[in-house]
């Protein structure tokens, strides 16, 4: 009798701690629910705020186009003082509207990463809540495996009471498998979401990279347009004087470097010398100051801010003054222009397979002419700040002037440099 009593009560407690686990996960998926409606309603507005962005984005893109669209017909028109500080104003307020749509672009990556935020989140919590679900589960398997069918078949007054609890075993078993294949889902899930999460963060890095760039970049346009507007105090024949004298002192630069390097690569191929040639082997180019802050003129850029004077024959690498210039490759200092005052002042090193590199705007030189480099050596300091030391007349900002040129012609340094 005692015995009997016993398995009854045995019985009552499963299913009463079957009632209290279901009764505590309703509970719990209310509260849980109410979390996540709040949590939804928090993503729905940053979605909303996303939106609200790209459209400000587009609309400012399409000023943009516009004020290319304006650049690139100047360009066609003749060379006049008034076409120059049109292009110039043009591109001014083209990177005026580039600065403001990165702006909003950092501002739509930074909704992004609060709504990754709130759905990773969300997701650990959901992925909490099957935790709790499973251990529970198998809390209730545990203590229904505790008792025999023999013992079950006693507990019950007829077989439809015991078929029911094998049914309602069943059903603790199906939804088990049920909850543990969510937690599957959701952790995939999760790791999708983190995943974007990190690459959000990236972009919203570079994209904070591009904005000081752009910053830098307007900063050197605004020079660029002052050094203008002294010369629009002249004449317009004053002006194409201005401009001829330019061009004329561009063109006996670019003279000076091609004889000079003809004349240096006969006395190069003495033996002594050539022999030290080769050993230094095939040139191979490095980057003379690091990419990282951007290139601010590309090799024959249209958007060069001096372009109505000569194509660029370079690429310009925005630098902070005084940086360390290393030499590209090992290789021949074949000329120093440097007086130590504001006219123009570059370093051309002559190297192997016909290239030699010239980096112009340096205010400091480390070598002299007439002796061989190693790749890496720092061979000066770059300048470019408007009036500075070896700055010359057509910079706008700190930078170097790089130069690559195969047999004394100019070609693009993007192709040699790794």
């Not at 983190?194 to 000081?212: A, H, M, P, T, V």
């Not at 006969?266 to 003379?288: D, Q, T, V």
């Amino acid at each position: 009798m005692a015995k009997n009593k016993n398995q009854k009560i045995s019985r009552k407690k499963i299913l009463v701690s079957a009632l209290i686990i279901s009764f505590v996960m309703a509970n719990f998926l209310v509260i849980q629910k109410q979390t996540f409606a709040q949590e939804e309603g928090s993503i729905n507005e940053l979605g909303q705020e996303i939106e609200q962005r790209k459209k400000e984005i587009e609309v400012l893109q399409k000023e943009i186009d516009a004020y290319q669209e304006q650049i690139n017909e100047k360009q066609k028109e003749a060379k006049t003082l008034r076409n120059q500080v049109a292009i110039l104003e043009n591109q001014i307020a083209k990177v005026e509207l580039d600065i403001a749509a990165t702006e909003k672009r950092i501002e739509e990556t930074n909704l992004e990463i609060q709504t990754l935020n709130l759905q990773i989140k969300q997701k650990e919590a959901e992925i909490d809540q099957q935790k709790k679900k499973i251990a529970e589960y198998i809390r209730l398997i545990y203590q229904n495996d505790q008792v025999s069918y023999l013992e079950i078949i006693m507990l019950n007054d007829n077989f439809s009471e015991f078929f029911d609890y094998l049914k309602y075993i069943e059903e603790i078993h199906n939804d088990l498998k049920g909850v543990l294949d969510k937690l599957k889902t959701h952790k995939k899930e999760l790791e999708i979401q983190k995943s974007n999460f990190e690459e959000r963060k990236r972009q919203e890095e570079e994209l904070k990279d591009k904005l000081s760039q752009q910053k830098s970049e307007l900063e050197e346009r605004s020079t660029g347009r002052e050094i203008l507007l002294v010369q629009t105090r002249l004449t317009e024949r004053q002006y194409q004087n201005y401009l001829y004298q330019l061009q004329l002192e561009q063109q006996q630069i670019n003279s000076d470097i091609i004889t000079l390097e003809k004349k240096i690569r006969e006395e190069l191929g003495k033996k002594e010398k050539e022999e030290i040639f080769r050993e230094l082997g095939p040139a191979r180019l490095g980057w003379p100051v690091s990419p990282d802050r951007g290139i601010t003129a590309y090799f024959h850029d249209p958007d060069y801010p001096f372009r109505y004077i000569f194509e660029h024959p370079a690429i310009d690498i925005r630098a902070y003054q005084g940086t360390s210039i290393k030499a590209a490759e090992g290789g021949y200092v074949a000329k120093i222009k440097f007086k130590g005052d504001a006219s123009y002042a570059y370093i051309m090193l002559i190297h192997n397979d016909g290239l030699s590199t010239v980096y112009g705007h340096v205010s400091g030189v480390n070598v002299k002419e007439d002796e061989f480099v190693t790749k890496g050596q720092i061979i000066g300091a770059t300048g470019g700040i408007p009036g500075g030391i070896g700055s010359g007349n057509l910079s706008t900002g700190p930078h170097l002037h790089f130069e690559v040129r195969l047999n004394g012609i100019p070609v693009n340094p993007l192709e040699y440099l790794p």
